[in-house]
C-alpha cells in the first residue's frame, strides 16, 4: 500500500529549464528526504528535513532546493536543469531521525 | 566516513536456489544497518533492520545477522523464487551525536531468477 506520493511519475525537459516535483506522506512522519538514482542505480542522499530543519548535502549543486510546507509534504525544484540531473528523484519519509525509511515510487527526468 | 560494500553486482540463480549476498559495512559504534530491495518501477522498500550485535532480521524467507565482530550484514534465503528478482541494497544509519538521518546505501545486487 502505498503511503509516499511522488507526482509527476515521469519529466522530460529541456537544459536550462526550471521542473519541480511534488512528494506527499500520509504516514504521520516527521522527517522526510529526497534520494537521487543514477543509471546505475546508486542512491544518494541530497536532503533531509525534519520540523523545519534542514540538512543540506554538501554534494548537492546550488540549483537544486527543498520546499516544505508542513510536515506531511516536500518538493523538490531544480532552478536550471543539467544533462547529469538525469536520475530518479526518490522522496522518503522516517517517523524520526535513523529510523526505517519509506519510500514513493519515484520521479524519473530526462534532460535533453 | 562511514561506508557499505555489496560485493556482488549481480546474481543469477535458479528457483529453489540458495541465496547469499555479502554485505560489510564501516562505521564506528553500532549503526542501524538495513536490507531494502527495489522492483523495477518502484521504490525501495523495507525487507528489515537491525540494531545490536547478533541481532537478526527476517521477511519473506530473507534472512541477515547483524555481526560487530566480522562488520557484515549478509542477507541469505533458502530457497528463492521467480518473484524474488529485484535489486536489493544494503544501507546503514550512522550511530551518532546530531544524526541526520540519512540511510548510506551500497551500491545494490541485481538478482535475477529463472524459472
Redesign the interface.
Given at each position: 500500500e502505498t503511503a509516499v506520493f511522488q507526482t509527476p511519475n515521469y519529466h522530460v525537459t529541456q537544459v536550462g529549464n526550471e521542473v519541480s516535483f511534488n512528494c506527499k506522506q500520509t504516514l504521520g512522519h516527521d522527517t522526510m528526504y529526497w534520494y537521487k538514482q543514477d543509471s546505475k542505480k546508486l542512491l544518494k542522499i541530497m536532503f533531509s528535513y525534519n520540523n523545519k530543519q534542514l540538512i543540506v548535502n554538501e554534494t548537492v549543486p546550488r540549483r537544486f532546493s527543498p520546499q516544505s510546507s508542513d510536515k506531511a509534504h516536500l518538493n523538490l525544484r531544480i532552478k536550471s536543469v543539467e544533462p547529469e540531473d538525469s536520475a530518479v528523484y526518490l522522496c522518503a519519509s522516517s517517523p524520526d531521525w535513523g529510523r526505517s525509511q519509506y519510500f514513493g515510487p519515484g520521479t524519473r527526468l530526462l534532460v535533453l | 566516513g562511514d561506508s557499505v560494500t555489496q560485493t556482488e553486482g549481480q546474481v543469477a540463480l535458479s528457483e529453489e536456489d540458495f541465496l547469499t549476498i555479502h554485505c560489510n559495512y564501516s562505521a564506528s559504534g553500532y549503526p542501524?544497518l538495513?536490507w531494502y530491495v527495489?522492483y523495477p518501477?518502484?521504490?525501495?522498500?523495507?525487507l528489515f533492520?537491525a540494531s545490536r550485535d547478533k541481532e537478526k532480521g527476517s521477511s519473506r524467507g530473507f534472512e541477515a545477522t547483524y555481526d560487530k565482530g566480522t562488520t557484515s550484514f549478509h542477507l541469505r534465503k533458502a530457497s528463492v523464487q521467480e518473484s524474488d528478482s529485484a535489486?536489493y541494497?544494503c544501507a546503514l544509519?550512522?550511530?551518532i551525536t546530531g544524526?541526520?538521518?540519512?540511510?548510506?546505501?551500497g551500491?545494490?545486487t541485481?538478482l535475477q531468477v529463472q524459472p
Open positions: - | 542501524t538495513f527495489q518501477g518502484e521504490g525501495p522498500q523495507l533492520r535489486v541494497y544509519s550512522p550511530y544524526n541526520t538521518g540519512k540511510l548510506i546505501f551500491l545494490g541485481t
